[in-house]
């Protein structure tokens, strides 16, 4: 009987546990790079955000995702991208361990998503920036007479 007792409460301990928290991290280092070099970039996610001049590593926690990377440089357009955790295998053990429990394991998948644990962002990325051309625009009033030559961005 007592056997039977420490089964189910080892059982029910597994059961409020999260796989991917316990063996995986929850957040990500990344390796940020831009075309050109020396870009400063602003990234803002959920309760996060930071401001790197590139190349630059930072840690980014996994439940910040999806986050906003907007990069400036001179000579160049502002240009933003959006870096996202892509799910890693440790999610599948959630997956694995709600069917062998018949879903009592539910508790682990939503403290897994709450922390972020589970998913994983890129080691590194690249980012380019277009160079910042003017161009030359023409404009005439209603008339026609009159022409104006605009530079724009």
């Known amino acids: 009987m007592v056997r039977v007792r420490g089964f189910v409460s080892a059982l029910g301990v597994l059961a409020l546990t999260s796989c991917a928290s316990v063996v995986g991290s929850t957040e990500s280092k ?3 790079k831009t075309n050109p070099a020396q870009a400063r970039c602003q990234l803002k996610g959920h309760d996060f955000s930071a401001e790197v001049d590139t190349p630059a590593e930072l840690s980014v926690p996994h439940s910040a995702a999806p986050v ?3 990069c400036v ?3 160049f357009r502002p240009t933003s ?5 892509k799910s890693d295998g440790w999610i599948w053990g ?3 361990f709600m069917v062998a429990t018949g879903g009592i394991a539910i508790l682990g998948a939503v403290v897994d998503e709450s922390r972020g644990a589970g998913r994983s962002y890129a ?7 277009a160079p910042e051309r003017t161009r030359l625009l023409r404009a005439r009033d209603r008339s026609g007479d009159v022409d104006l030559r605009l530079m724009a961005r």
Do not use: F
Request: charged share 15%; aromatic share 8%.
């Open 94 to 96: 959630n997956s694995a």
């Open 123 to 129: 080691e590194e990325v690249q980012y380019d920036l």
């Open 68 to 70: 906003t990377v907007h």
């Open 30 to 32: 990344v390796q940020i």
């Open 73 to 75: 440089a001179p000579g």
């Open 81 to 85: 991208y959006t870096l996202d955790a």
